[in-house]
């Protein structure tokens, strides 16, 4: 495998998603080119097996070396929901909908998972996963991001939504962030 290309494909139809993980992957030689694809998202309690199941399907269906990636938003006063449905939710309630399940509990504990599964045709993928913990906010703050975004800050950020953050800003700790680092840690040394 050695010489062989940095470069992989990114399957997802969110351009957002891509130039975060775009941005990661640079920092360590990898060129990730956007691959415009619809997965099938399966339903499953575990973000792997869906993120694995996207990247044999894109990579069987393009004929190329692939990554995709699923995320979940996990809400404790909600025993984890979104969790790996947060895709689904986030189109039928919104951001307006988990803060009115949350309501006014004082625990708004709450953690995004990322999963990026990497696959070759006719190969079984490989997963990486980051966490990142945090706080759900009392109402949207900030215009960037997307999905859960404006209503998720980071414990170890500066009080802030992800929304009201820059990509290099969000990058720093993001669950995303982690999950490519560790994809593009593993990519670079087997090559």
């Not at 449905?85 to 953690?111: E, P």
């Amino acid at each position: 495998m050695r010489g062989a290309s940095r470069s992989v494909y990114f399957a997802t139809k969110n351009k957002a998603k891509y130039l975060e993980a775009a941005r990661i992957t640079a920092t360590y030689g990898v060129h990730l080119r956007y691959l415009p694809f619809s997965k099938q998202e399966i339903q499953a309690e575990d973000l792997r097996e869906i993120a694995s199941f996207a990247a044999m399907e894109a990579a069987r269906s393009k004929v190329r070396t692939v990554v995709a990636e699923d995320a979940g938003f996990f809400v404790d006063a909600l025993k984890g929901f979104p969790g790996p449905y947060s895709s689904y939710v986030f189109k039928t309630l919104g951001t307006s909908g988990i803060l009115k399940l949350v309501g006014d509990v004082k625990n708004r504990k709450a953690s995004f998972l990322a999963a990026v599964s990497y696959c070759e045709p006719n190969r079984r993928p490989i997963s990486f996963t980051g966490t990142v913990r945090g706080l759900v906010s009392k109402k949207p703050k900030g215009s960037g991001g997307f999905g859960f975004d404006p209503i998720f800050i980071p414990s170890k950020g500066d009080g802030r939504t992800f929304a009201e953050m820059q990509i290099d800003e969000k990058n720093a700790f993001s669950h995303r962030a982690k999950a490519f680092r560790r994809f593009a840690r593993w990519f670079t040394s087997s090559r």
